[in-house]
């Protein structure tokens, strides 16, 4: 079958309600149309993707009939170099408006460029309630909070990477797309990330920057084939106070960075990390939560808004009960949570995390406390007696075996961080299912502007 056997079409859509990964539902025909750029009780002119015959089409808006009052200006403008602002090269919404949406949508990564902050919360709290609905059986109107120390919702990443074209020039991802569209800064970046000038680095053979901050320190991972040259104008380019890494040579692999993917393999640990060469530095962040230091690779796994790491490990001391007697801390990365819970009540702590590097960073940083920690993936895990269980998995969730155990074992409270309410809902229907009630289920915005979220669920028997 071809793969353009349905060819792009120019339809005219009553926006009706919001879908997730940040795009709006509208019916063609009876057909279902997923519409990214809109907003619910629009009127739009849109453009369907070419592709397959499925049950579904997808579509980006091109112009804005009737424009709903939570339409702001794109913020991706404020990212992108002076000639591409007026629309006419990465094809932005410019106005708040109706009027043209010039071309493609813009960068991937910012789903609710175009939409007031606190109504993209409003959306994402629909979405979330409707998930857990279809997807769990579980009714539920849940809200969504912002961080404690919210701005206008675009200085919070201490995470970004970027993707880097064929003339040198880093920039975002077109939404489902390799084409790089260039940025003079890294969006939603928090304080030095913020700062940095992309426009006067040019290096061709670089794939990808992986930038990270930690406070008063950061790090650049380089992915690719830089020249030496290349990497010697990266070194004088970027601020003294982060330390320049690179790929050694050989094929890239994934390695629990983002959102913290599944390791790979059948329940062994993480295959190593592709090695790291330090050109100058440290391969290791310091990052400080509430006056406590954390170890962290600069390639690890890290909590991404500069508030997350705070909010979400004190939402779980809030959850604990009173005597608390032992803790698991399922997906533990470098212990946060686990640490923070353990800290917080003397409890004994036991961590499980699929990649070993992380595992060596958690039991350094818990060297003061009583915990254990393995390498190993939480399928294989056998599960110790603990009344608390924490758990905070990658997008893909916890799992039948793993929501199995957690039933079997001997927990009472059991809290449940999640990046991913489909996921979550299917999770919480099987612990529902296995004796568990849910006590809190609170969102929070800690991607604000993107179509993501974090929740924090408590359960109890
Ligand atoms: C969302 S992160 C949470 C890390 C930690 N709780 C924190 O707050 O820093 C998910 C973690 O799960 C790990 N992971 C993913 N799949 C896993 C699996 N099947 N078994 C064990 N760990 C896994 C990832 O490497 C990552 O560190």
């Known amino acids: 079958m071809s793969d353009t ?61 009737e424009a709903s009052a ?56 629909e979405v979330l309630g409707d998930q857990l609905q279809r997807i769990g059986h579980i009714d539920r109107a849940a809200e ?59 290096v061709p053979g670089v794939r990808r920057l992986e930038f990270a901050w930690a406070g008063d320190h950061g790090a650049l991972i380089v992915r690719g084939r830089p020249t030496a040259q290349v990497l010697d104008e990266i070194e004088s380019w970027l601020p003294t106070s982060f330390s320049l890494l690179t790929e050694a040579t050989g094929p890239e692999q994934s390695h629990g960075r983002g959102r913290g993917g599944r390791p790979r393999g059948r329940g062994r640990a993480h295959a190593p990390a592709p090695a790291l060469r330090v050109i100058r530095g440290d391969r290791t962040l310091t990052e400080t939560v509430d006056g406590r230091e954390f170890a ?19 939402e779980v001391v809030r959850a604990l009960p009173a005597d608390v007697e032992a803790i698991t801390d399922l997906y533990c990365g470098v212990g946060l949570l686990g640490i923070t819970a353990a800290r917080a009540t003397g409890a004994p702590l036991f961590g499980v995390e699929g990649v070993e590097t992380a595992i060596a960073h958690a039991r350094d940083n818990a060297a003061d406390l009583e915990a254990r920690f393995l390498a190993l993936s939480v399928d294989r895990a056998r599960l110790p007696d603990s009344d608390v269980i924490i758990l905070d998995p990658p997008r893909a969730g916890a799992g039948r075996k793993a929501t199995s155990a957690i039933i079997e074992s001997a927990a ?22 296995g004796g568990f009630g849910i006590e809190s289920l609170t969102g929070f915005d800690l991607f604000p502007l993107t179509s993501h979220l974090e929740t924090v669920t408590v359960l109890r028997r």
Request: glycine fraction near 12%; aromatic fraction near 4%.
């Open 412 to 433: 009472r409270t059991v809290v449940y961080v999640s990046c991913d309410p489909a996921t979550l809902a299917r999770d919480l229907a099987a612990l529902t299912g």
């Open 70 to 125: 939570h339409r702001v200006p794109d913020r991706r403008l404020d990212y992108v170099p002076g000639d591409s602002a007026d629309g006419s090269g990465a094809g932005f919404a410019a106005g708040p408006g109706a009027g043209a949406v010039p071309d493609s949508a813009g960068f991937g990564g910012m789903e609710f460029a175009h939409v007031d902050l606190a109504h993209s919360r409003t959306l994402k709290a």
């Open 144 to 202: 969504v909070l912002p961080a404690p120390g919210e701005t206008d919702g675009a200085d919070w990443r201490t995470r970004v990477q970027l993707a880097v074209d064929d003339e040198g020039r880093a920039g975002m991802l077109a939404p489902r797309s390799h084409a790089v569209i260039p940025v003079t800064t890294p969006p939603l970046a928090a304080g030095p990330l913020h700062d940095l000038d992309m426009t006067t680095l040019h």
């Open 5 to 65: 056997s349905v060819p792009a079409q120019d339809l005219t859509l009553d926006i009706e309600a919001p879908a997730a990964g940040g795009t709006s539902i509208a019916r063609h025909d009876g057909q279902v149309v997923f519409v990214s750029g809109a907003l619910p009780g629009e009127k739009v002119r849109v453009r369907t993707e070419a592709g397959p015959p499925a049950r579904f089409l997808r579509a980006a808006v091109t112009e804005v009939i």
């Open 296 to 314: 962290v690779g600069a390639d690890g796994f890290w909590q991404v808004h500069r508030d997350a790491a705070a909010l979400l490990s004190s």
